[in-house]
């Protein structure tokens, strides 16, 4: 059985906020990724379960490898619909934020959630939230925000009463946020939960490949070429980077989602401790995404609070540089400088 992570009165309140709103909006962080959408599907398929449609809203693109997911039919993009969202939190009730721990991870959203009148609940599992909640889910130590999800709907009493469009976005969310559990998933929690949703009779094979094996040609291009041409190791600091640039994604047709996972490669590299991808934006200049995955207790997150405006847990954090593909180069040789004695 599953410890609890609210306390009766945590429980009481937020069954309370749900049944006093008439407007619900989900939202989740900028470029969503596989727990970002499996949250919001996941807690979504719950609210309409007890009676509630909420709009679930994400601030931009998310991968088209997630296209398949239940109810993604459903998802309003911000940067389409603006003055719609706008409208909408301008009368709603009660807003969930989904795996981000503030509000400027919702980039362009950020001003509009701060004007909401609307009560807001936080599930997240990033460290030091600085969201303004009525009720603060918040478990850094958790593989994903989809098994605080799912610890929500257990402790509620609310699972066997829920069908696939539940189990199916949550299972991809954990999978995804844990590499296929291959880190942050050594609690045995994990397993049960896993357990729990395949008897929802999903096919958890079938999300494997939905998510990894579902790409283009030309990103499989991408990935040879990267590995060939772009990636620098770092041998003195067990370390390594690569670089994509507009001229390179724009070759290899890319798509969102196609670097998807490229990061984790390099670690393949026996004794590498660090893997840094830099990519630039495809339609912002002077503007770097950064992608940092480490093993062991190597913090790429402290790295990534410390040189790249960023952060998120000990081995998968991101950032960004303000510049160009050279600038963001020069600043990771300068972070693996500075971290040099925690990489040896």
């Known amino acids: 059985m599953l410890n609890p992570i609210m306390t009766e009165g945590e429980c009481s309140t937020l069954r309370s906020l749900i049944a006093d709103a008439e407007t619900v909006v989900l939202c989740c962080h900028q470029n969503p990724d596989g727990d970002a959408m499996g949250a919001m599907l996941g807690w979504g398929a719950v609210l309409q379960q007890m009676g509630r449609e909420p709009l679930m809203v994400v601030p931009d693109q998310y991968p088209d490898y997630l296209q398949w997911l239940p109810n993604t039919e459903k998802v309003v993009r911000y940067d389409k619909r603006k003055d719609f969202v706008d409208t909408v939190l301008k009368i709603a009730d009660l807003v969930f934020c989904l795996d981000f721990n503030s509000l400027s991870r919702t980039d362009e959203m950020e001003d509009a959630l701060k004007g909401t009148p609307a009560k807001k609940v936080l599930i997240d599992h990033h460290p030091q939230p600085d969201v303004d909640a009525t009720l603060s889910v918040s478990h850094p130590e958790a593989s994903s925000t989809c098994e605080l999800v799912f610890r929500i709907v257990w402790q509620l009493g609310l699972f066997e009463e829920l069908g696939k469009h539940f189990a199916v976005p949550v299972y991809c969310g954990m999978m995804t946020d844990t590499g296929g559990f291959t880190f942050n998933s050594n609690d045995p929690d994990v397993f049960f939960i896993i357990s729990q949703l395949l008897t929802k009779h999903i096919n958890k094979d079938k999300i494997y490949r939905n998510v990894y094996h579902n790409y283009s040609e030309h990103r499989l291009r991408m990935?040879?070429?990267?590995?060939?041409?772009?990636?620098?190791?770092?041998?003195?600091?067990?370390?390594?980077?690569?670089?994509?640039?507009?001229?390179?994604?724009k070759q290899f047709h890319f798509v969102?989602?196609?670097?998807?996972?490229?990061?984790?490669?390099?670690?393949?590299i026996k004794g590498l401790k660090l893997s840094i991808s830099l990519r630039e934006d495809t339609e912002r200049d002077n503007l770097v995404w950064v992608s940092l995955r480490s093993v062991d207790t190597f913090p790429c997150n402290k790295m990534a609070e410390q040189f790249f405006y960023g952060g998120g847990h000990l081995n998968a954090s991101g950032g960004r540089v303000y510049g160009n593909i050279d600038d963001a180069v020069k600043v990771v040789k300068e972070a693996l400088q500075t971290f040099e004695e925690e990489l040896k």
Do not use: I, S, W
């Not at 990935?223 to 994604?249: S, W």
């Open 223 to 249: 990935v040879g070429f990267v590995l060939c041409n772009r990636l620098v190791v770092d041998e003195k600091r067990h370390a390594a980077y690569y670089t994509l640039t507009r001229d390179d994604l």
């Open 256 to 268: 969102k989602g196609d670097a998807e996972g490229l990061v984790n490669m390099p670690l393949q």
